[in-house]
């Protein structure tokens, strides 16, 4: 069971609240990811798309889990 649960409660969630969260961030990263390919082969299509996903997923993870990751990235403007 700790396989399960030992990461999610480092991030402070349960398991429920950290599949989720981190199916979410797959999705949108996923979504994001076939409109770059798409943007590689039509340049005026999805201009920002994959900028404006990686900056909004960075600011949502700092935002939700602020402190409680040890592990977190550190600013990437610095």
């Known amino acids: 069971m700790k396989l399960f649960t030992d990461h999610p409660a480092s991030v402070g969630e349960t398991y429920v609240e950290h599949l989720r969260a981190a199916s979410g961030f797959g999705l949108a990263m996923v979504a994001s990811g ?3 390919l798409i943007h590689g082969l039509v340049p ?3 201009i920002r798309t994959g900028s404006r996903t990686v900056q909004r997923l960075y600011t949502q993870m700092v935002t939700t889990r602020g402190g409680r990751n040890a592990a977190a990235p550190a600013d990437p403007a610095r």
């Open 34 to 36: 076939i409109a770059c």
């Open 44 to 46: 005026p299509l999805f």
